[in-house]
């Protein structure tokens, strides 16, 4: 029974692990002045969960209780004057918590790590940290560097944090915009991140993908009238429901030959509820359509046909056109041409295939070169195309399905 | 609250071929940001011509090495600076992206302990 219990309590304590830590952290912060000292409360208040919670029970509240014990060890801590010379005063001031009742200082905890004096690489590192409550070895296997580098990397940037000054807070509104925009890219990055994987041993990591999401759904929930943060959540939504069916016995699926059966109703319902509100905008938060809005009613269309047949080709070329207008970027060209291909046919596309020294190396132009050579009849030219792309990609369920378009047909 | 350094960067090929017009709009433009950020500005200056820089290396024997030129050669050099007070870096930056630097640049940086 004693191990039954032991089990049933460390399983109750990471899954506040999961779902309690940006709330625990971000209220400490603000308590310790110190993301430092905050990081080292909240850790010891989830160890000393492990054994109350097995004496006592599961609180109603584990968030609060977590909040409570850590803010009265920061509090502790700080008390002690070493502490206090130790480190710089960082964060808002202490304030006075009153019992039980913390305010939701998610945003700031988000605002401080994805701040713009940081580079972008040390923003995502420290939002998994803070935010998501990975360790430095988690984050480091996820993006396939060196622990020690990880670990270094959100040390430097916990210092820029530090040493410049920047603060614990929401921006100002005139600044709002921006700074969201840099927190989504964040999220986006993450998500993608875990969803392509470049190396490793499969298509995707799905635990950062999960974090995407889990980010994405936190931000919609804390800014419920960004149009943009609706697009971002809407747009992972859907290209998640799609999961499922990318990768079958380890070989890639393109979605021209998914089963679409196999897509996720649910994520593409609530996906599809959100599309409307982020192609709106709103005048409030001085944002118009933003690019992950464009990105998730492009998802949108795929979502909604039922057969790649009946895939509104038209209505995603003008959305990609309204992308590349506003957002121009050599891959969204790339992916504006696919969608050509089928409303012009493959030879206008191929006249249009982006000349981008950008690209020079990139797999998916390549392998896009060589669907358009093949489905033009030229099989001959389509399969030096794919050697190409062969050669540029390192993802192996990529190469294995690059092989099989080499060998197609021969 | 805490002093930033701004240090304004400017590529003086460019200013080389100003015909004195940009300059003096320049002159107006550092007029303007300082009334608007009296409060904060706790010092400043223009600094004369990259070809005026003497550099000083210790020569790791008790001696100095004295060239003439800048430290580092870069296309745009430090051409004047302000100090300024703000009470995070989000207040410092918004005052640093008012300073006029019209070729070039400005780099923030905290001084240590807060000035």
């Known amino acids: 029974m004693a191990d039954l219990d032991t089990q049933e309590i460390a399983q109750a304590v990471a899954e506040a692990h999961s779902t309690e830590w940006a709330s625990v952290l971000a209220a400490t912060a603000r308590v310790a002045a110190d993301l430092d000292l905050a990081e080292d409360c909240v850790q010891d208040a989830y160890a000393k969960a492990l054994v109350h919670w097995r004496e006592q029970g599961v609180p109603r509240k584990p968030g609060a209780w977590l909040t409570t014990v850590a803010t009265r060890r920061a509090l502790e801590l700080r008390r002690r004057a070493d502490v206090a010379r130790r480190k710089l005063p960082l964060l808002v001031p202490v304030e006075d918590v009153p019992d039980g009742t913390f305010p939701d200082d998610r945003l700031r905890l988000v605002f401080t790590c994805c701040h713009p004096a940081l580079a972008q690489e040390a923003q995502v590192a420290l939002t998994l940290r803070l935010v998501c409550g990975l360790s430095s070895a988690e984050i480091a296997r996820a993006f396939l560097v060196k622990e020690a580098t990880m670990q270094a990397r959100i040390t430097r940037a916990k210092q820029k944090i530090s040493r410049t000054g920047i603060p614990y807070r929401i921006p100002r509104a005139d600044e709002l915009p921006e700074r969201i925009e840099a927190v989504l890219d964040v999220v986006h990055l993450v998500y993608t991140a875990g969803h392509t994987a470049v190396d490793g041993d499969g298509l995707s990591r799905p635990d950062l993908a999960r974090r995407g999401i889990d980010l994405a759904r936190m931000m919609r929930m804390l800014l419920p009238d960004s149009a943009e943060t609706a697009g971002l959540l809407a747009l992972l939504l859907l290209t998640q429901a799609r999961e499922a069916s990318r990768v079958e016995a380890g070989r890639l699926v393109l979605m021209e030959d998914q089963d679409r059966s196999r897509w996720d109703q649910g994520l593409i319902a609530e996906g599809l509820e959100l599309v409307p509100e982020a192609l709106a905008g709103r005048p409030d938060v001085g944002a118009t359509v933003g690019r992950f809005a464009v990105m998730a009613a492009i998802a949108a269309v795929h979502a909604e046909a039922g057969r790649w047949e009946d895939t509104d080709w038209g209505e995603i070329l003008g959305l990609y056109d309204v992308l590349l207008a506003r957002w121009p970027s050599p891959v969204v060209a790339l992916n504006r041409v696919v969608a050509l291909s089928y409303v012009a046919g493959p030879d206008a596309a191929l006249r249009q295939l982006p000349d981008d020294p950008a690209l020079a190396t990139y797999p998916y132009l390549a392998s896009t070169r060589a669907e358009l050579l093949w489905r033009t009849g030229r099989t001959e030219e389509a399969r030096a195309a794919y050697e190409e792309a062969l050669a540029f990609t390192s993802n192996p369920v990529e190469a294995e399905f690059l092989q099989r378009r080499i060998t197609r047909g021969a | ?115």
Do not use: C
Not at chain 2, 16 to 26: I, L, T
Not at chain 2, 68 to 85: L, N, Q, S
Not at chain 2, 93 to 109: C, D, M, N, W, Y
């Open chain 2, 1 to 115: 609250m805490g002093k930033y350094l701004v240090m304004i960067y400017d590529d003086e090929a460019k200013w080389a071929a100003d015909d004195g017009s940009v300059m003096e709009q320049n002159h107006k433009n550092h007029q303007a940001f300082a009334e608007a950020n009296g409060s904060a500005i706790r010092g400043g200056g223009q600094l004369d011509g990259s070809e005026t820089a003497t550099s000083i290396r210790a020569d790791g024997n008790g001696g100095y090495v004295v060239t003439d030129g800048v430290f580092a050669e870069t296309k745009e050099v430090m051409g004047g600076y302000y100090i300024i007070e703000a009470a995070d870096l989000d207040e410092a930056l918004a005052i640093a992206k008012q300073v006029p630097s019209p070729t070039g640049g400005v780099e923030v940086r905290p001084l240590v302990n807060g000035g």
